[in-house]
């Protein structure tokens, strides 16, 4: 019980503690319900705001009290409360939020007719320190970053706390670098430093920078980096591909990485300086250098000047990029097709089309553009997904409709949901009921309770709680039944409870009877080379499409055929049967896969092999591992270490590799202890094992080894 007590003691303490440091009060405030409305009462129990309001506290869902003051909610706008129930602000604001200190970041209305949200400060009088004129800000270092959008662009500024200007409103980006230090980003995408009283201390000549670090900061120039000071002085010219700022002030470097491009005999073909490199295409690389990438051709010259965060991998000759959190596409010749202008970028590349998100606030508006970056919807939704391959779902103010490839709304967004699409009907949920209508919004089937499910053009299923009907568009009931039902284009299968299965046409016909055993099964599985699996009465067998018992149930477990052969279970091992019900391997494994070129995967006492279809051990069961790689060889784990059989289970590599890649042209790049190296499948050393990574270009037939530079503590001046 003293230990408890203790805990509490001590959480109870880091809470005040916590709440002081920000100015509150709020161990010993309460806040109460009377009447669905909230106050607030002190430790005695003393009223100190009536219960007049929907929420105290603030608009992110924080409780706290700072300098005496804490928001209140009415009528969904807040404002702002002593803890004595002295007003301080009306309740005219989207949003309070807690900045720094007693300084408090609000949103609001700021034009009656025009739904415009502006940013400004007050303090915990109520009173305006910053005026709401700004899209958005943040506070760092007691200063406002500033920012509003002109045009398709954000510029910012830079705020005292007294509303002075202290940089102008006209950068691409700033944000702090440390204490009293701010990185401003022009439009070109170059970096100067300024001081908190905005005094500009370098030229904008930076790339990038990092947080000063002992009053040192990391610089970025042309992909090589340095070092500069709090003053802005340069301090290690920015020629070093590697800088590292130690917490004790040591300053560490390394020269740029050497690539050299070899072919399995190793020979070179050329060297080059860059941090990674990734194939991607013929004469395509993707090459990081300074923590930025480009795309450039095999001499690593780029294919155009811009630099990117992320290249996602191409796809029909198209990637997504990401600079600075903008989202662009790019082609194989390094031409933007769009812009990285976009919060979010969804690529449907096969209609050669993309969903373009922009961020309000905690939310998406979407728009469909195509491949070049033209905007196709005239209106922006807050969702489109679910391409059918004729129609985009879309939503607008919480309603659902249908757009189509050129961007028009086919179906206006006044549907509760668009739940199916098919041959130009939807089945749509409308004010809670379900029906389905044409694409001029005409009803062919009105809204009702039951769920509804289209089959073809001039046939659907109404689902109600007991009973599954097939009917026409003009309502006749041409089916109905109470049993499980499948679905496809041009029929329904029904299940009944005596096992056979009723093939129904689309006018309702019993079209085939598929008789199965007289006992109801217990599960029927998917069909494989005509033989579906079943269990009955805990077994299993196979039935053929005609329902017939083809393979007795018999066995503890069977899985799918496949090469003629399924696996089935007898006296807890595994074997293999034919169609006709004769095992043709003998059940004496723990498990098995199924048969794939010619061979299937055994484990025995914890090992893995492989068998042919004759049952003979191709490989046997000694190996921790086995699995089947994309050349059709075989990659073998033995005692942790890695070679290669092929499918023959001939070995062409013993084990003895931490790590192997098979490269499908006759070589493979090893790994030991930390070091690359290239073998034939014969286990001749080609390349010999001296790099620190070797990546195979699969476009080029190329492999691309490194030799990393090493580190070297520098002497500051």
């Not at 009447?35 to 603030?58: C, E, M, S, T």
């Not at 980003?185 to 100067?192: G, P």
């Not at 679910?386 to 779902?393: L, Q, S």
């Amino acid at each position: 019980m003293r230990i408890v007590s203790r805990f509490l003691y001590c959480c109870l303490l880091l809470f005040f503690l916590s709440d002081a440091a920000h100015g509150g009060v709020a161990e010993e405030l309460s806040v109460f319900e009377e009447n669905g409305k909230v106050g607030l009462k002190d430790d005695q129990g003393k009223v100190l705001i009536p219960a007049k309001y929907d929420a105290l506290g603030w608009s992110d869902g924080r409780f706290s009290v700072i300098d005496q003051a804490i928001g209140y909610k009415l009528n969904g706008r807040w404002g702002l409360i002593s803890i004595t129930n002295h007003t301080l602000t009306k309740n005219e604001y989207e949003e309070i939020l807690p900045g720094d200190g007693s300084v408090l970041i609000a949103r609001k209305q700021v034009q009656p007719n025009v739904l415009r949200v502006a940013t400004g400060c007050l303090n915990t009088a109520g009173k305006e320190i910053i005026s709401f004129q700004y899209d958005g800000l943040r506070l760092a270092s007691l200063r406002a970053i500033v920012f509003s959008k002109s045009g398709n662009t954000y510029k910012y500024g830079l705020l005292s706390l007294d509303n002075r200007t202290v940089i102008p409103q006209q950068y691409q980006s700033i944000y702090p670098i440390g204490s009293l230090r701010f990185a401003v980003e022009n439009f070109d995408d170059k970096i100067a430093i300024f001081t908190e009283t905005g005094r500009q201390l370098t030229g904008f000549t930076i790339d990038r920078m990092a947080p000063f670090t002992k009053n040192y900061a990391t610089i970025y120039q042309n992909g090589m980096q340095g070092v500069i000071d709090r003053d802005g002085q340069i301090k290690v010219p920015p020629r070093y591909r590697g800088i590292a700022i130690l917490e004790d002030g040591t300053i560490k470097a390394r020269e740029a990485d050497e690539w050299q491009f070899l072919n399995g005999q190793n020979k070179l073909t050329q060297k080059v300086q860059a941090d990674a490199l990734y194939p991607v295409a013929p004469n395509r690389l993707k090459v990081m250098q300074g923590g930025m990438l480009q795309l450039t051709d095999l001499s690593l010259k780029p294919l155009s000047p811009q630099q990117y965060n992320t290249i996602a991998p191409f796809q029909h000759g198209k990637a997504l990029v990401k600079v600075q959190n903008k989202y662009g596409l790019i082609n194989l010749s390094g031409r933007t097709l769009i812009q990285p202008t976009h919060d979010s970028l969804v690529l449907v590349l096969t209609h050669h089309r993309a969903l373009a998100g922009q961020r309000q606030g905690s939310r998406y508006s979407w728009t469909l553009i195509d491949t070049t970056g033209t905007r196709l919807s005239s209106k922006s939704y807050d969702n489109i997904d679910h391409f059918d391959g004729t129609y985009f779902m879309v939503r607008a103010r919480g309603y659902a409709g249908t757009m189509d490839l050129a961007g028009r709304e086919v179906v206006p967004c006044t549907y509760d949901s668009v739940l199916q699409t098919k041959d130009n009907l939807l089945v749509v949920k409308f004010r809670g009921q379900y029906g389905i209508i044409n694409q001029r919004e005409e009803w062919l089937v009105t809204p009702r309770a039951s769920k509804l499910f289209l089959l073809g053009h001039d046939r659907y299923i109404e689902q109600t709680p007991r009973t599954r009907f097939l009917k026409s568009l003009d309502g006749n009931v041409i089916y109905f039944t109470e049993n499980p039902l499948t679905y496809f284009p041009d029929y329904i299968l029904e299940l009944l409870p005596s096992g056979t299965l009723w093939k129904i046409d689309m006018n309702g016909r019993i079209a085939d009877r598929r008789v199965f055993p007289t006992e109801a099964l217990e599960k029927i599985y998917e069909e494989s080379e005509g033989l579906r699996a079943i269990r009955k009465n805990g077994k299993y067998g196979f039935i053929d499409d005609l329902g017939r018992l083809r393979i007795a149930n018999r066995y503890e477990g069977v899985k799918q055929f496949s090469e003629t052969l399924a696996p089935a279970m007898i006296r807890g091992h595994w074997g293999f049967i034919n169609h006709d019900d004769q095992i043709a391997i003998q059940p004496v494994y723990d498990e098995v896969s199924g048969f794939q070129n010619g061979f299937a995967l055994v484990k025995q006492k914890g090992f893995t092999g492989i068998v042919d279809k004759t049952g003979r051990l191709l490989l046997p069961a000694r190996y921790e591992d086995i699995t089947v790689l994309p050349t059709r060889n075989l990659l073998i784990r033995s005692n942790g270490l890695v070679g290669l059989a092929d499918n023959t289970g001939k070995i062409l590599i013993q084990p003895k590799y931490q790590q192997l890649e098979d490269t499908g042209k006759g070589f493979a790049v090893v790994e030991r202890e930390g070091t690359y190296g290239v073998i034939t499948l014969q286990g001749i050393s080609t390349v010999p094992m001296m790099y620190d990574t070797i990546v195979y270009d699969p476009f080029n037939n190329v492999f691309l080894a490194l030799k990393k530079s090493p580190w070297q503590n520098l002497t500051v001046n």
